[in-house]
């Protein structure tokens, strides 16, 4: 029940999500609608919770989903340099802004599919269904329990405060991660706020950015830093990790949602769209609906960590302990609209 609570709070803000499917033609079986038993996906995602699903919905169709995977600006440049001769059929990133910048660039086509519009809610896919979230992530503070009280913390702006000078740890400007963090507050503040946080924030880092997110929570454990900004999902797999090292840093670090007295946690959300020029319309669609389905929409809350996007499918339970949350309330396109004001403020204020 947490878990719906929190995705329509997730639907106040307007996600913008792509969803694309494409099929090629090479006619296999006879019930074959003409189209290519094997499907291009361009994506950004890198986790094992998405091959594993690839791998039971060719089980299921037949269909092979033929993976290239890469960083989302790349792919959605790729994306554009190939136009009509692409291959691909789907599009997916971690990231809505990319998305919302792929059907601004014409590259995505609208779907009509009842099944998604049954289980992906109005606000976590575009007004014009060329993209559909799949599962929802925060950007939270997560901090050494010993050193740090969670009273002690309040928001991201209360992170700029002098208290916080050398304490401070999280990944580099080139991740789209922080950049679409801080294309928010532009969204929400201003231009003139964000980048007084920016400056303030890179004034109190505990060390010159570098590694993953999980890195950032291993530097609070290693006593680096006191509190670092990253995703939620990567405490879950710290905490799931086969390395008990890992184990250890996710029992040690406490969650907190940031903003909840005011403008709210920063979220994103992976989404999928179906390529303008994709040649297997129907199978792309058939795999959209999948990962939108009850089966799909469980692996991304319970191996992944995510918030799934289907509201029918709870949160995992180490989600749902953290409790509900506020998120932030801004249409999830205008990450992209600011991404590139983001990165100029960033090497502005030496946020490298
Ligand atoms: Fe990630």
């Given at each position: 029940?947490?878990?719906?609570?929190?995705?329509?709070?997730?639907?106040?803000?307007?996600?913008?999500?792509?969803?694309?499917?494409?099929?090629?033609?090479?006619?296999?079986?006879?019930?074959?609608?003409?189209?290519?038993?094997?499907?291009?996906?361009?994506?950004?995602?890198?986790?094992?919770?998405?091959?594993?699903?690839?791998?039971?919905?060719?089980?299921?169709?037949?269909?092979?989903?033929?993976?290239?995977?890469?960083?989302?600006?790349?792919?959605?440049?790729?994306?554009?340099?190939?136009?009509?001769?692409?291959?691909?059929?789907?599009?997916?990133?971690?990231?809505?802004?990319?998305?919302?910048?792929?059907?601004?660039?014409?590259?995505?086509?609208?779907?009509?599919?009842?099944?998604?519009?049954?289980?992906?809610?109005?606000?976590?896919?575009?007004?014009?269904?060329?993209?559909?979230?799949?599962?929802?992530?925060?950007?939270?503070?997560?901090?050494?329990?010993?050193?740090?009280?969670?009273?002690?913390?309040?928001?991201?702006?209360?992170?700029?405060?002098?208290?916080?000078?050398?304490?401070?740890?999280?990944?580099?400007?080139?991740?789209?991660?922080?950049?679409?963090?801080?294309?928010?507050?532009?969204?929400?503040?201003?231009?003139?706020?964000?980048?007084?946080?920016?400056?303030?924030?890179?004034?109190?880092?505990?060390?010159?950015?570098?590694?993953?997110?999980?890195?950032?929570?291993?530097?609070?454990?290693?006593g680096e830093g006191d509190v670092a900004i990253m995703n939620t999902y990567y405490v879950g797999k710290l905490l799931n990790s086969s390395d008990p090292e890992e184990v250890k840093v996710?029992?040690?670090?406490?969650?907190?949602?940031?903003?909840?007295?005011?403008?709210?946690?920063?979220?994103?959300?992976?989404?999928?769209?179906?390529?303008?020029?994709?040649?297997?319309?129907?199978?792309?669609?058939?795999?959209?609906?999948?990962?939108?389905?009850?089966?799909?929409?469980?692996?991304?809350?319970?191996?992944?960590?995510?918030?799934?996007?289907?509201?029918?499918?709870?949160?995992?339970?180490?989600?749902?302990?953290?409790?509900?949350?506020?998120?932030?309330?801004?249409?999830?396109?205008?990450?992209?609209?600011?991404?590139?004001?983001?990165?100029?403020?960033?090497?502005?204020?030496?946020?490298?």
């Amino acid at each position: 029940m947490k878990s719906k609570k929190i995705v329509s709070m997730l639907m106040a803000t307007v996600l913008s999500v792509g969803l694309l499917a494409g099929c090629t033609s090479n006619k296999s079986d006879a019930k074959d609608n003409g189209e290519s038993k094997i499907l291009n996906l361009y994506t950004s995602r890198h986790y094992e919770t998405d091959d594993k699903l690839y791998e039971e919905f060719t089980k299921e169709t037949g269909i092979k989903i033929n993976v290239v995977e890469g960083n989302p600006d790349e792919l959605l440049e790729r994306l554009e340099r190939e136009g009509a001769d692409t291959e691909a059929d789907l599009f997916i990133t971690a990231d809505a802004g990319r998305l919302d910048a792929a059907k601004k660039k014409d590259l995505l086509q609208s779907v009509s599919s009842e099944t998604l519009n049954r289980n992906i809610p109005e606000n976590l896919r575009d007004k014009d269904d060329q993209w559909f979230g799949l599962a929802v992530r925060a950007r939270v503070l997560v901090y050494d329990k010993e050193r740090v009280k969670a009273e002690e913390l309040s928001t991201y702006e209360a992170l700029t405060e002098e208290k916080w000078k050398g304490k401070i740890l999280t990944r580099s400007s080139g991740n789209i991660y922080n950049q679409s963090l801080l294309a928010s507050f532009i969204a929400i503040n201003g231009e003139e706020e964000a980048e007084k946080w920016a400056k303030g924030l890179v004034n109190n880092f505990a060390r010159d950015p570098k590694g993953s997110d999980r890195d950032q929570a291993k530097a609070v454990v290693a006593g680096e830093g006191d509190v670092a900004i990253m995703n939620t999902y990567y405490v879950g797999k710290l905490l799931n990790s086969s390395d008990p090292e890992e184990v250890k840093v996710g029992e040690k670090v406490g969650v907190f949602f940031p903003n909840q007295e005011t403008t709210g946690t920063h979220i994103n959300v992976s989404a999928i769209g179906l390529t303008k020029n994709s040649k297997n319309k129907d199978n792309a669609i058939k795999f959209m609906e999948f990962l939108s389905s009850d089966f799909a929409q469980k692996q991304f809350a319970q191996t992944n960590f995510e918030y799934p996007a289907n509201p029918k499918v709870e949160a995992s339970e180490l989600l749902k302990s953290w409790g509900e949350f506020k998120a932030q309330e801004i249409n999830l396109s205008l990450l992209g609209e600011y991404n590139s004001k983001a990165v100029e403020i960033m090497n502005k204020v030496g946020w490298k």
